[in-house]
């Protein structure tokens, strides 16, 4: 009798356990669609909830908040590049310049579509004079089309140099689906740097399809360029 009591009380415990964790799991998960419920979810159950929790900490709350709540991410997410952006914030804010230099390192190795640590290896790599670099990531942000990343005067700060503009006619020679975009950006953006750097790009083999090309095109002339245009006939129609 007293065997069958305890039994029935380690199922019920189990029960109880196992109710909690589903509790917690689906608080958890709720938090993708109502971020405000992140710091309500119980610290052991956190996953998408301590993911909101950090993205609002970082910037915003005490270098030494930041940085703990960072370090828990790490330590629970520690694949996804943007954990080791949002630790590098946090060291940076911390004032440990170097280690956040090397986090935003990790966090850009990690993924080509954290558009965060790709501006900040963007910026690294141009203030040290690596071009070749600064355009892969430039070329990687152009590929995100993430509205919140200023891509002309990204683009202008590269092409400014004679080193820049071959750099990054390199890329577009190299391709890429991100080519589209810049070279879209190159008919809004159009400037005798864009002209030179497109130019060069073109006459080497870089790809454009014949609406852009015509778009193009008439900027060169536009802007008294015309004896400078590349072979824009040479275009790839979409299919």
């Not at 430039?138 to 140099?161: C, E, R």
Request: charged residues 20%; glycine residues 6%.
């Amino acid at each position: 009798m007293m065997g069958k009591r305890i039994s029935s009380s380690i199922w019920a415990a189990l029960m109880a356990v196992l109710a909690i964790g589903a509790v917690g799991a689906q608080a958890d998960r709720a938090v993708r669609r109502q971020p405000a419920l992140a710091p309500v979810v119980p610290p052991l159950f956190r996953n998408f909830a301590q993911w909101q929790l950090t993205m609002s900490s970082v910037r915003s709350s005490p270098p030494a908040t930041a940085f703990a709540e960072a370090q828990t991410l790490i330590e629970r997410s520690p694949i996804p590049s943007e954990s080791f952006t949002f630790l590098s914030v946090a060291l940076i804010r911390n004032n440990d310049q170097k280690a956040g230099g090397l986090a935003i390192q990790r966090a850009a190795q990690r993924g080509w579509r954290d558009p965060i640590a790709q501006r900040a290896m963007y910026d690294i790599a141009l203030s040290a004079g690596d071009h070749a670099e600064a355009a892969h990531r430039l070329a990687a942000l152009y590929g995100l089309q993430d509205s919140q990343v200023p891509l002309k005067p990204m683009t202008d700060n590269l092409l400014i140099t004679p080193q820049g503009r071959a750099a990054m006619a390199d890329s577009l020679v190299s391709g890429g689906y991100w080519t589209r975009a810049f070279m879209r950006g190159a008919v809004s953006g159009f400037s005798p740097d864009i002209a030179t750097t497109v130019s060069t790009a073109l006459r080497r083999g870089a790809e454009i399809d014949c609406r852009t090309a015509a778009a193009l095109k008439k900027r060169y002339f536009d802007n008294g360029l015309a004896k400078d245009a590349p072979p824009f006939d040479r275009c790839r129609r979409r299919t």
